[in-house]
C-alpha cells in the first residue's frame, strides 16, 4: 500500500500511542521516588550534616528567673535519654512558676514519640500537689503547634482546689521536654513555644 493509498481512519487509537499508560506510569513512579528520597533527607539531616540538640538553661525565660537548684534524681529516666536534665524558674517574689524535665539523646525520635509524650506528661503530673480523682482533676490532654522546633507536643490542664496548672510535653528529634506551669497560663501554646525557644539549641 502506497503513502497515499494509507487509511488514518482504520487505526485504532492504541496503535498511535501505545506507550501513554506506561509513560504516565514511570513519571509517578518517578515523582513517588522523589518524594520518598526528600523525606528520608529531612528525617535525616541531623545525622547527614552533624547537627546536635541540647537542652540549655538561660538565666530567664520572659518574667522568670532560673532557682540554683534543680530537681533530684535522674531526670530522664523513662525517656531513653542519654543526657539529662531539669530546671526550675522562679517569679520574682520567689515562687516555683515554670519546672522542666526531659533529656537529649539519639534514642528519642519519632518512633517513640507517643510513649515519650506519655511519660513526660505523667511525670510532670507528679509535680501537681494532690491524688488525681480525689482533690486533683486531670483535664483532657489536647495537642500544641511546637512551632519551628518540629516534634509532636501536647498539654493538659490540670486543677489542685482552686489552683490551675498546666502540664505539657513535648518530643523532637533526640530531646524531649515536660513542662510545668504555675499557674496555668491564658495560652499554653504560646507558653510553650516561648520555652522552646529559649531552652531548645541546634547546633
Known sequence: MSRDELDLDSIEPETVVPQAPARAALWAAGIGGCAVFVLFLLLTSDLVFGRSVTLGMPERIGDWSAATSVLPGDPGDGLGAEQGYAAVYLTDDG?????????TGGRIGPARAASVLATLRD???????????????VGATADADPGTHGGLAACTPVRYDEERYTVCAWTGRQAALGMLFR????????ALRTVLDAVVLVS
Open 183 to 190: 499557674p496555668a497560663p491564658p495560652d499554653p501554646g504560646t
Open 123 to 137: 511525670g510532670t503530673l507528679v509535680f501537681v500537689p494532690g491524688t488525681a480523682g480525689h482533690d486533683k482533676t
Open 95 to 103: 515562687n516555683a512558676a515554670l519546672v522542666l524535665w526531659g533529656g
